[in-house]
């Protein structure tokens, strides 16, 4: 069994180029492909499993359970789950990450900043 999800299929989201849930594929992760601005990114949240990100290119400024950090092109950030964090595009270029969740669907718990 195999699937190929074209690009005229995939699905957008508020800060992701691509949204794609494995559940209707019957894949175990989920990912989003974010293509951040300067200032752009998520606020505080959790998931109640692991999510691995992989900067692409450009720069983001994260908080990890508390901690500041910059991660840059090349760099993998690996989240466990239920770990409050955060991240924004930061520098003078875009911010391309792709960000593994550990799950056949998305599931995001808001978190008060």
Known sequence: MFEIVHPCDQRKG?????????????????FFLGNLAPGKGPGLHQHPYAETCIVLSGRAAM???????????????????????????????????????????FIIEPLSN
């Open 14 to 30: 508020s800060i992701a180029a691509v949204e794609f849930e494995g559940k209707a594929y019957g894949a175990g992760v989920s």
């Open 63 to 105: 908080v990890v359970d508390g901690i500041e950090l910059v991660a840059g092109a090349g760099d993998v950030v690996v989240i466990g789950p239920a770990t409050p964090h955060r991240f924004t595009a930061i520098g003078d270029k875009r911010l391309d990450m792709v960000c593994v969740h550990a799950s056949d669907r």
